[in-house]
C-alpha cells in the first residue's frame, strides 16, 4: 500500500467513526509524575541522563502531558573508531507536550516534540482520534504524524557545526490500533504503522569500504550514498493473558519490512507478578530480534561506485539480538497524604546481546594490513540500559 | 483496492455503531482481573519511551510500538 493510498483510507475511516461513536463518557489517564535516571552502556557508546514526565487533567475533559529529558553522550562507536574520529561527547535534549480531549467515548489527540542535538534539529507533530465501543470492549485509534529534521555535521577541527553542510528530513507516519477484551482474563490487539521518509537518510560522518585496486588484501573508504526515500510498514500483534496466581503474561509479535529491503522479526514474552497486595510488582520479558541485510548494503564493496546506493551502517546488516529485562516497582506510599494519592520507585534493568551476520569488526583489522579486507571476525557486543524511576500519582 | 476500502469501511461503521445484536460478552463487572496494574500494556511509559528510542536506533525497524518517532539520538 502505497503511503497516500493509506492515508485515504485512514482519513476514511477516521470519518467514518466521527459518524458512528456513540455519545458516552470514557475515561483520560491517570495523572501522575515520573522522574527517571537512565543509562544506556554497548558498543564503546555510553548515553546517560535525566527524564521527567508529567500528565495533568483538567474538568474531567482534557488531559496534558509534558515531558523533557536529557541525554549525554560520550565514547566512540566502531564505525569512530574505524574512521578514526574523535570521541564523542555531545548532548540531546528532547521536549514534549501532548494534549488530549475526551468527549463521551471519543478522545482526540494532539501533540508536538522537538529534539535538537549537536547535529540534529527534530520537529514533530501528530494527531489521534481514539474510539471506546461496543460497551468497552473495543477501542480503535488512528494516529497520524508530520516530521521535520535538520541534519548537519560537526567539524572534527573546530567541533563546531560545518556551515557547508545543511540538509532536511521530511517524515510521515499513520498508524491504526485496535485493542480488544477477549475474556474475564485475555485482553489482545494489533497495532499496525506505515512510516515514510524522505531526504538526507544517511549517517553524514559514515563511509563504506571497498577493496583497494592496487592491494586488494587492504581497502579504501567513501562517504555513503543513500536513497533519498524510504517508507515502512510494521504489524505489530499482542496478547496479555491474567493467571490464577494474580500474575500475568504478554505476548508479542511484529513483522516489519520496508522498501530498503529489510524485513525483520520481533518476539517478545513478558511475566509480571504482584507481591505484598500488589505494593511490589516484579516483570521480567525476553525478546529476540532478527533482521535480514538492506539491498544496498555491504560490509566490503567490490570497488568504488559499485552500484547507485552504498552503504555500511551496522544498523542495515543482518542482526540478532536478544535481550533479557527485569523489573521492580515498589508503592512505597499507598494512602493519600498531602495531594499525593500514591508514590513508587521502580529499577529497570536490560542486557541485550547484539549479534551481526555480516557486519565485520574493522577494527581488529587496525592498522590496515593487520588481516586481510572482509576477513575480519564478525562484530558483535552487549549492552546494558538501567532506568531507575521515581513516580508519584495525585 | 476500492473494495477493501469499502470493506474497511462497512466494518468499521458497523463497529462504532454497535454491531445490532451483538452484545459485549464480557460485562463491566466481571473485569475485575483486566482492571489488574498487570495488565497495563504499559505501565511506566516514560521507560517505554527510552527502551523503544535504544532499540530503534540499532535496529533496521521501527513503528507499531505505539511511540512517536522523532529526532535522531543515533550514536
Known amino acids: 500500500m502505497t503511503p497516500r493510498l493509506a492515508l485515504r483510507h485512514l482519513a476514511a475511516a477516521a470519518v467514518a467513526f466521527l459518524f458512528a461513536a456513540g455519545a458516552f463518557a470514557g475515561v483520560l489517564p491517570d495523572e501522575r509524575a515520573d522522574v527517571m535516571w537512565k543509562t544506556y ?25 509534558a515531558g523533557f529529558l536529557v541525554d549525554q553522550v560520550t565514547g566512540a562507536s566502531i564505525d569512530m573508531i574505524v574512521v578514526h574520529a574523535s570521541p564523542l561527547r555531545e548532548e540531546r535534549k528532547k521536549k514534549t507536550l501532548s494534549v488530549d480531549y ?16 549537536n547535529d540534529y534539529d527534530s520537529s514533530t507533530v501528530n494527531v489521534a482520534i481514539k474510539q471506546d465501543m461496543f460497551g468497552d470492549m473495543t477501542s480503535v485509534t488512528l494516529g497520524a504524524s508530520r516530521g521535520w529534521d535538520i541534519v548537519t555535521r560537526i567539524e572534527a577541527a573546530t567541533h563546531r557545526r560545518d556551515p557547508n553542510f545543511r540538509a532536511r528530513v521530511d517524515r510521515k507516519s499513520w498508524s491504526l490500533s485496535l485493542s480488544q477484551v477477549l475474556s474475564r482474563n485475555l485482553v489482545g490487539g494489533f497495532d499496525y504503522e506505515a512510516i515514510t521518509e524522505q531526504g538526507y537518510l544517511q549517517n553524514p ?42 500474575g500475568a503474561v504478554t505476548g508479542k509479535y511484529r513483522y516489519f519490512l ?5 524485513r525483520a522479526h520481533t518476539a517478545e514474552v513478558a511475566y509480571s507478578q504482584p507481591f505484598l497486595k500488589e505494593a511490589l510488582i516484579g516483570d521480567v520479558n525476553y525478546r529476540l530480534y532478527r533482521q535480514n541485510s538492506a539491498s544496498f548494503y555491504s560490509d566490503l564493496f567490490q570497488a568504488q561506485n559499485q552500484q547507485n546506493f552504498m552503504g555500511r551502517d551496522r544498523e542495515l546488516a543482518s542482526q540478532t539480538s536478544d535481550s533479557v529485562g527485569v523489573a521492580l516497582s515498589y508503592d512505597f506510599l499507598r494512602s493519600r497524604h498531602w495531594r499525593i494519592k500514591k508514590a513508587a520507585a521502580s529499577l529497570h534493568f536490560d542486557y541485550i546481546m547484539y549479534r551481526y551476520n555480516n557486519f565485520r569488526d574493522a577494527t581488529l583489522g587496525l592498522p590496515l594490513g593487520t588481516l586481510p579486507a572482509g576477513t575480519e571476525p564478525l562484530y558483535h557486543f552487549n549492552a546494558t540500559v538501567i532506568q531507575a524511576l521515581l513516580s508519584v500519582w495525585f | 483496492m476500492a473494495v477493501s476500502r469499502w470493506l474497511v469501511l462497512a466494518v468499521l461503521v458497523a463497529a462504532g455503531s454497535g454491531c445490532g445484536r451483538l452484545q459485549p460478552w464480557v460485562k463491566p463487572y466481571e473485569r475485575e482481573h483486566l482492571a489488574a496494574r498487570v495488565m497495563q500494556w504499559d505501565r511506566d511509559p516514560i521507560s517505554t519511551s527510552f527502551i523503544t528510542e535504544v532499540r530503534e536506533n540499532r535496529e533496521g525497524a521501527r513503528g507499531a510500538t505505539g511511540e512517536t518517532g522523532g529526532g535522531c539520538g543515533c550514536n
Not at chain 1, 552502556?41 to 502531558?65: C, H, M, Y
Not at chain 1, 471519543?106 to 535538537?116: F, I, K, R
Request: charged share 15%; no cysteine.
Open chain 1, 41 to 65: 552502556e554497548g558498543g564503546g557508546i555510553t548515553v546517560q541522563g535525566p527524564s521527567i514526565l508529567v500528565r495533568k487533567n483538567f474538568a474531567d475533559t482534557v488531559s496534558v502531558s
Open chain 1, 102 to 117: 475526551l468527549y463521551g467515548k471519543t478522545t482526540y489527540t494532539a501533540g508536538v516534540q522537538n529534539s535538537v542535538e
Open chain 1, 258 to 262: 520496508d522498501t530498503w529491503g529489510i
Open chain 1, 205 to 246: 560522518y559514515r563511509d563504506y569500504r571497498f577493496l583497494a585496486t592496487l592491494n586488494p588484501a587492504s581497502y579504501n573508504t567513501a562517504a555513503e550514498i543513500y536513497p533519498g526515500t524510504r517508507t515502512s510498514n510494521a504489524l505489530t500483534s499482542r496478547l496479555k493473558y491474567y493467571l490464577p496466581w494474580h
